[in-house]
């Protein structure tokens, strides 16, 4: 079945730490490929994406993610976590061809601690 | 503000009544697309529209719900004769015209609470 997975639905690190956030999907076609976060009470605020060409993406807020076909996933990372980090991260996939609805995973709480 | 603006932001209502949660998308932005977060859930697809059309809505529950995005003002979502399952988080996202469907922008969303 399609679908997109986030393994880990809380991660706790220390802020200055290094952080990433998995995700996997199983499409068979090629995905269009998304980070979005998520602070209590707000709205998803577009982190970065993946449409082709290099497969390491950087985005906003010293965030970035790496497309590994291989393993059909887009892991996001962050080298030095920052106490206004945490909130609820969200990987989604489009698929080409199958509509304009985005596949969101269950998402990713990740709380810093000093 | 240039981005999606929703309202209202909370919206309470009784069994059995009507909810409608509006949405303006983002200034040159002309394709809406409606999600709803269930406790503990990722974002779900509803619908897409686009002005004055429904593109997909294999998303929206067969009864009770519609969604319209009229040539005037905002896209509406109505829930009608809401229950207590109809209890979620509604988000509404907009992009830009064709080859850009996919890069969505989404507004703070309207939270409902069915008492």
């Known amino acids: 079945a399609q679908s997109v997975t986030q393994p880990d639905i809380h991660i706790t690190v220390s802020e200055g730490a290094s952080l990433e956030l998995r995700c996997n999907y199983s499409?068979?076609?090629?995905?269009?490929l998304f980070w979005y976060v998520q602070s209590p009470g707000q709205g998803l605020q577009l982190l970065l994406k993946y449409f082709s060409g290099d497969t390491l993406v950087q985005g906003i807020k010293g965030f970035e993610a790496e497309f590994k076909r291989s393993q059909s996933s887009f892991n996001l990372r962050k080298p030095s976590v920052h106490w206004s980090d945490a909130a609820e991260y969200f990987c989604?996939?489009?698929?080409?061809?199958?509509?304009?609805?985005?596949?969101f995973g269950k998402g990713t709480s990740l709380l810093v601690t000093p | 503000n240039a981005g999606v603006m929703q309202n209202p932001r909370h919206l309470v209502r009784r069994r059995g009544q009507e909810a409608r949660l509006r949405c303006s998308p983002m200034?040159?932005?002309?394709?809406v697309y409606w999600y709803r977060q269930l406790p503990e859930e990722g974002l779900k697809f509803m619908v897409y529209?686009?002005?004055?059309?429904?593109?997909?809505e294999s998303g929206m529950p067969k009864e009770r719900f519609s969604a319209e995005f009229p040539k005037e003002g905002p896209s509406i979502l109505r829930i009608q004769q809401v229950v207590r399952g109809d209890s979620a988080a509604y988000f509404c996202?907009?992009?830009?015209?064709?080859?850009?469907?996919?890069?969505?922008?989404f507004g703070p969303g309207t939270r409902l609470t069915v008492t």
């Open positions: 996202a907009s992009s830009q015209t064709s080859g850009y469907e996919y890069e969505q922008y």
């Open positions: 499409y068979g076609a090629t995905p269009y």
């Open positions: 989604a996939v489009g698929v080409r061809n199958s509509g304009y609805a985005l596949n």
């Open positions: 529209l686009q002005k004055e059309n429904i593109i997909d």
């Open positions: 200034k040159g932005h002309s394709h």
